[in-house]
Structures are given as C-alpha cells and as structure tokens.
C-alpha cells in the first residue's frame, strides 16, 4: 500500500456544497481522494467528481501563471506571463474602461460551479457595489 509524504485537507472544489476531503500526496502528485468524516457537510461521503475528478492538477497544458497579451489590437496575439498584480491590474483597468465608456450593464459576470459559496458570494459583490452591474449568473444554470 502507498503511504503518502502527506495529506492535505481541503474543499472540494466542484461545486458549492463545500464538501471537506483529503488529498493523498507522494512525490507532489494527488494519487488518492478521501471524503472527511469529521465534518457535518459530506460525512466522509463523496459524489464520483470529488472523489476522482482531480486529473486536471497535473494536466501538462494547465496554466500556472497569468498570460496578458502584449497588443490588444490583434484579438489571437501571442500572450505573455506575466505576474498577478500585472494581470489583475490590467483587468481592472480594461473592466474600468468598459464600465465608464459604455455603463456598468455592458458587463456581465458568470460565476462558476467550482467554486465555492463564499467566492460565488464575493464576485456577486464586486459585479453589484463595484462595478454596479446585475448583470450576473451562475453555470449551473445553463
């Protein structure tokens, strides 16, 4: 049997529901997916995604930095790494453009199944105190 260098304790992240797991790790990859029991979410239970749905961690084409295009004129020009205060800083600028060029309901905000209710919670706050839109859904949804 396998002994892990590690186990990491963690939310699933698939979907809202904020089920707790641990993740088996040797030799910095994830080989198995337990469910917590010592929680009042998940009991130790798992749907079929939470228990084997982590393949994507190791995926070779997985982004792990911030890419930002260096000449928005050319819509599939090549983009660059680039670091996070960077990126976030030229998102905001772009989002800010948009906003005051155009109104705040030219923007629009799709939140996603993976994530938690918390952060689902925090972008339907910047979409409404901060940018002052409505304009917000949820791909569960669709």
């Known amino acids: 049997m396998i002994q892990p260098d590690r186990v990491v ?5 698939y979907c809202g529901v904020g089920c707790q797991i641990d993740l088996h790790v040797k030799d910095g990859m994830i080989y198995r997916v337990n469910g917590r029991f010592d929680n009042q979410v998940n009991h130790g239970n798992l ?9 994507f961690i190791h995926a070779p084409d997985r982004l792990t930095t911030p890419l930002l295009r260096r000449d928005r ?25 948009i ?15 993976k994530c938690t209710n918390e952060e689902n919670y ?3 706050k910047l979409a409404r105190a901060v ?6 859904d949820h791909c569960a949804r669709l």
Request: charge should be neutral; include cysteine.
């Open 9 to 13: 304790p963690t939310t699933c992240p």
């Open 47 to 55: 749907c079929v995604k939470g228990r084997f749905g982590f393949d």
């Open 73 to 97: 004129a050319e819509p599939f020009g090549r983009a660059h790494e680039t670091s996070w205060p960077v990126a976030l800083d030229a998102v905001a600028g772009r989002l800010r453009a």
């Open 99 to 113: 906003r005051d060029a155009h109104g705040p309901d030219s923007i629009a905000f799709l939140v996603s199944a």
């Open 122 to 124: 925090l972008v339907q």
């Open 131 to 136: 940018v002052g839109t409505h304009n917000i």
